[in-house]
Structures are given as C-alpha cells and as structure tokens.
C-alpha cells in the first residue's frame, strides 16, 4: 500500500506541473470564442466566489470551531497541508489520505478520521454548493433569464440534493451543473463558457470542502467525552 500511494503522489505532482498549462489553454479558448468582454464578467464571477468562500470560512466555520472549542492553531496546522493539496490539484481525493493522517496525528481518534472525513467527501461538499449556486445565476443571467427569488432558491436547493456524491475530481462540480441546466429551466450552453475559469474555481471550492470536512471531524473529536483532541488552554 505504501509503494502504491507513493505512486499515486507522483501522478499527483506530474499533474501539479501541468496544471497552469491546462488553466491557461481553457481561458485563451474561451478569450477567442467569446471576446474579451465574456472574460471580463468569468473574472468577476470567479472574484464572487472567493470572496463567498472567505465569508463562509470567516462566518460559518470559524463561529463552529469556536463553539465546540475545537483549538485553533493545531487545526489550522493539521489542514495546511491537506487543503494546500487540495487547492494545488482541485481534487479532494487527492489530498484524502493526508487529510485523515493529519487530523489524526492532531489527536482525533482513527475511528472517527475514518468515518466521517471519507463521509463527508459525498455529503458535506460546502465549497461545492457555493460555486453551484453562483454558477447557475451566472447562467441564468447570461442567457437573459430572470429569476425570481423563489426560484433562485429552488435551483440552490436542487444543486445541493444534486452535488451529493459528486465524484472528488477535479471538474466534478461543473458536469452537475450542465447536467441539471436542462431539468432546471437553465440554458446548457452558458455553462461550456465556464470551463475557462472552471480550473481556478475548482481550486478554491475544494479547499473549502477539505477544510468543512476536516473541522466535522474534529468537532465530533470535540463532543466524544474520551477525546484525544487538546482544549484551548492545554494547546501548544
């Protein structure tokens, strides 16, 4: 099994190498069939995003991990590597098993680790639902569709059911998206447009899923009587 992640990480690092190459092949495509100013509104889009995802790490799990008085620098130093991964190669399962050694060695019991990360990786993508739900106003808005808030808020709900057990490659997101366009009202072809930028979104949202995965588990560490997780005043 070791010999067999070791090449795993080396497919993963070829893939690192190349990856600036792909982000930069899919935007110059997308520059030449849709003009300078298409590229304008994708940068926008992709500016929303990470600001989304900032104010929900900032305004939802923060606010979490204080409540469970999960310690924050040892988890802030047990997911650096594992959500660095994650950012690097846009793929969740790629920074899977670092994630799972990481909080352990953080002091969250293997059984635990062991359940709920890889759970997690099907049910809790928070990252992912972000970028659905901008993703299908961004559709919406490019093909001249009003949408009422009810309706905005049915698609959300539709693209959250819809993104359970989305696959933890990279681009996952987007094939949920042009294949429930259709079924939602949404035209399909302003989501081919996405695929620009889709690389550098991939990135963030799936930091944002390892980090909510991680910190489930070491809030649940958090709630077990017999934890090996520090409190606050005993963390180094």
């Known amino acids: 099994m070791a010999s067999l992640a070791e090449?795993?990480?080396?497919?993963?690092?070829?893939?690192?190498?190349?990856?600036?190459?792909g982000v930069g092949g899919a935007m110059a495509y997308t520059v030449a069939h849709s003009g300078l100013g298409m590229l304008g509104?994708?940068?926008?889009?992709?500016?929303?995003?990470?600001?989304?995802?900032?104010v929900f790490l900032l305004a939802v799990l923060l606010p979490v991990a204080l409540l469970a008085r999960v310690p924050l620098k040892p988890f802030l130093q047990a997911v650096a590597e594992?959500?660095?991964?994650?950012?690097?190669?846009?793929s969740s399962e790629a920074a899977l098993p670092r994630a799972m050694e990481s909080m352990e060695a953080m002091g969250v019991p293997r059984s635990i680790v062991a359940f709920v990360i890889p759970l997690g990786y099907s049910f809790n993508l928070t990252g992912?639902?972000?970028?659905?739900?901008?993703?299908?106003i961004f559709v919406a808005q490019s093909s001249g569709q009003h949408l009422s808030l009810g309706q905005q808020l049915f698609i959300m709900l539709a693209l959250m059911l819809a993104s359970k057990g989305v696959a933890g490659v990279s681009r996952g997101a987007i094939v949920v998206l042009l294949g429930m366009a259709p079924a939602l009202g949404?035209?399909?072809?302003?989501?081919?447009?996405?695929?620009g930028i889709d690389p550098l979104m991939d990135m963030?949202?799936?930091?944002?899923?390892?980090i909510g995965n991680c910190l489930a588990a070491a809030v649940i560490a958090r709630w077990e009587p017999a934890t090996a997780v520090p409190t606050p005043q005993t963390a180094g």
């Open 82 to 90: 594992p959500s660095s991964i994650a950012f690097a190669t846009s």
């Open 41 to 54: 509104h994708l940068v926008t889009l992709l500016a929303t995003l990470y600001v989304a995802l900032v």
């Open 204 to 210: 963030g949202r799936t930091a944002v899923n390892v």
């Open 128 to 136: 992912t639902t972000l970028y659905l739900a901008l993703a299908a």
């Open 186 to 195: 949404l035209s399909a072809a302003p989501v081919f447009v996405l695929f």
């Open 7 to 21: 090449v795993m990480f080396k497919f993963t690092n070829v893939v690192m190498l190349f990856a600036p190459l």
